[in-house]
């Protein structure tokens, strides 16, 4: 089993869970947080003794050790600048929804994966509720 470096950018309530979980994943080497509230930070810090703690993602980004980066933070308007910058370094991104608040992010952010030859994938967590599963089936029909 290959561990990683993982990164959690972003650890308000969603971030926080993804933060605790890879704390105990077998799969995850080492942790790191960064989160742009001190108080927040402390909290997460004691939760899951990360290898790094940080106020700057800049700093996950700087760190060629980390592979893999979640990034879960608000507003939706920050996914896409800091998934670019973390692609561009050759991080492999888990990013929350939405992907982008524009088309033409969402393609920067496919064409960075191209360029880079690392992985996006936008956590959806509603991907197989009913309601979604039906919108898919009306447009498959279309």
Same mark, same amino acid.
């Given at each position: 089993?290959?561990?990683?470096?993982?990164?959690?950018?972003?650890?308000?309530?969603?971030?926080?869970?993804? =933060?605790?979980?890879?704390?105990r994943?077998?799969? *995850?080497? !080492?942790l790191?947080?960064?989160?742009?509230?001190?108080?927040?930070?402390?909290?997460? !810090? =004691?939760?899951? !003794?990360p290898?790094?703690?940080t106020?700057?993602?800049?700093?996950?980004?700087? @760190?060629? @050790?980390?592979? *893999? *980066?979640?990034i879960?933070?608000?507003?939706?308007? @920050?996914h896409?600048?800091?998934a670019?910058?973390?692609?561009?370094?050759g !991080?492999n *991104?888990?990013?929350?929804?939405?992907?982008?608040?524009?088309?033409? =992010?969402?393609?920067?952010?496919?064409?960075?994966?191209?360029?880079?030859?690392?992985?996006?994938?936008v956590?959806?967590?509603?991907?197989?509720? =009913?309601?979604?599963?039906?919108?898919?089936?009306?447009?498959?029909?279309?």
């Amino acid at each position: 089993m290959k561990q990683v470096e993982a990164a959690v950018i972003g650890t308000g309530w969603c971030g926080g869970i993804r =933060a605790e979980t890879l704390s105990r994943s077998a799969l *995850v080497d !080492k942790l790191h947080i960064c989160e742009i509230r001190p108080e927040r930070l402390a909290e997460v !810090k =004691a939760l899951t !003794k990360p290898a790094t703690a940080t106020l700057d993602y800049q700093d996950i980004i700087r @760190n060629d @050790n980390i592979s *893999v *980066v979640y990034i879960s933070t608000t507003p939706e308007s @920050n996914h896409f600048p800091i998934a670019r910058d973390c692609l561009r370094a050759g !991080k492999n *991104v888990l990013l929350e929804k939405p992907m982008a608040i524009t088309l033409d =992010a969402c393609s920067a952010m496919v064409d960075a994966c191209a360029a880079a030859g690392v992985h996006l994938i936008v956590g959806h967590s509603h991907s197989f509720d =009913a309601p979604i599963l039906h919108l898919e089936d009306i447009h498959a029909a279309h």
